[in-house]
């Protein structure tokens, strides 16, 4: 296990995941996809960027980039993009509608024992992972680290379970969800853990040897992960369609004042605008850190 981190090094307990930003080709297509297939409502749209989350929460926002193409087969990036459904019921919503409008979108389904879990592929080839977590006094951990699996989930089961006539009928209305967590796929988890552990300051909760590393703030099973599976060996990203930005929501300006201290002293470029920090990790992937 990895030496514990003093906790003026660590993120505070209360950071949560905010916003994710995909730089987009079709800005039409894409948001017909998250606003009617995923279920996310419209927030605010612009000539260039539409916002899209619930009960007034950004989700996903949409950044039109008609000038970039999809990144090279191997490159670092998005693996996926997790948003947390509440309930069961309005998981089982989400995916109902996905299966009546895009099924050919669906990807795998798992029981991950803290969470169930269903995966898709956007139109322009993004990862989503829509999900509902189990109550963490079920979760169980072992020498401070999760005890996390991937066990069969039936998509058709799930939904006679929990699908109600209201949501299937399309009557239901949009109840609150969020960004739970964030995989991204990276060149060597070493360096990861090196980055998003040592400097930025997330809790190591689980590992898959030099495959994936999965980390958090405040005992969540995981804010993010990063892992090698189809990008072993990637470099910094140059500019592509996809990922555009991750953004950390943290409960206050001391500690997004700490968090930029910590990263200027491991020698990271930080770039303050009075209100976020904005930095790179190691594979130019962009992260932005805020007070909720």
């Known amino acids: 296990m990895n030496e514990v981190l003093p906790a003026a090094d660590k993120l505070a307990a209360a950071t949560a995941m905010g916003a994710v930003t995909l730089l987009v080709g079709d800005l039409d297509e894409m948001t017909r996809y998250y606003r009617d297939v995923v279920t996310l409502q419209v927030v605010d749209a612009a000539a260039d960027t539409v916002t899209l989350g619930r009960a007034g929460r950004a989700i996903v926002i949409l950044r039109h980039e008609p000038a970039l193409r999809h990144a090279t087969p191997g490159s670092a990036g998005l693996f996926h993009t997790a948003i947390l459904f509440e309930t069961q019921a309005a998981l089982a919503a989400a995916l109902y509608s996905v299966a009546r409008t895009a099924p050919g ?7 991950h024992l803290v969470s169930q879990a269903f995966y898709f ?6 990862g989503i992972e829509l999900y509902w977590d189990r109550v963490r006094s079920d979760w169980s951990w072992v020498h401070g680290r999760i005890e996390m699996g ?3 989930l039936d998509p058709n089961e799930f939904l006679r379970e929990h699908l109600t ?10 109840e609150a969800a969020s960004i739970g967590h964030v995989h991204l796929s990276v060149g060597d988890v070493r360096t ?3 980055f998003y552990v040592d400097a930025l300051g997330f809790d190591e909760t689980a590992g898959l040897g030099d495959q994936a590393v999965f980390v958090s703030a405040g005992g969540y099973h995981h804010h993010m992960a990063m892992n090698v599976w189809n990008s072993r060996g990637a470099g910094p990203r140059m500019p592509a369609l996809g990922l555009g930005r991750v953004d950390l929501a943290l409960p206050d300006a001391d500690v997004l004042g700490a968090l930029g201290e910590r990263l200027r002293d491991r020698g990271f470029q930080v770039r ?3 209100r976020s ?5 190691p594979w130019a992937n962009v992260l932005n850190a805020s007070v909720a």
């Open 150 to 152: 991937t066990l069969y």
């Open 165 to 174: 006539e209201e949501a299937a009928d399309g009557s239901t209305g949009a």
């Open 272 to 274: 303050d605008d009075g």
């Open 192 to 194: 990861a853990r090196a």
């Open 105 to 111: 979108t669906f990807t795998g389904s798992a029981d």
């Open 277 to 281: 920090l904005s930095f790179d990790d």
């Open 121 to 126: 592929t956007d139109p322009e080839g993004n």
